[in-house]
Nanobody
Framework: HVQLVESGGGSVQAGGSLRLSCGTS????????MGWFRQAPGKEREGVAA????????NYADSVKGRFTISRDGAGSTLYLQTDSLKTEDTAVYYC???????WGQGTQVTVS
């Protein structure tokens, strides 16, 4: 049984930082890539960042490039999203997801004021 569990969200002032974590359990064969999505109220879900296990290459949405950093621990069981220089428009529920989109976490709320 695959589980993804996010944590680390909260409320911060603009310019602040949060480190989101996504703990994973169970075997899933789409671990070639993991990523973060977010959904703000009244908006569609959007991709934020992704990381490829084979080479560690990361991709970012233009809106977060230079401010967010995605990473994984050595064992590959925990995914992180370091969010710096947060803006009010970053307010959203953040989800971690497997590369094939089959498994999603429950989300963690980030509120920037």
């Amino acid at each position: 049984h695959v589980q993804l569990v996010e944590s680390g969200g909260g409320s911060v002032q603009a310019g602040g930082s949060l480190r989101l974590s996504c703990g994973t359990s169970g075997r899933f064969y789409s671990s070639y890539c993991m990523g973060w999505f977010r959904q703000a109220p009244g908006k569609e879900r959007e991709g934020v960042a992704a990381i490829y296990n084979a080479n560690g290459i990361a991709n970012y949405a233009d809106s977060v490039k230079g401010r967010f950093t995605i990473s994984r621990d050595g064992a590959g069981s925990t995914l992180y999203l370091q969010t710096d220089s947060l803006k009010t428009e970053d307010t959203a529920v953040y989800y971690c997801v497997t590369g094939d989109g089959n498994y999603w976490g429950q989300g963690t709320q980030v509120t920037v004021s």
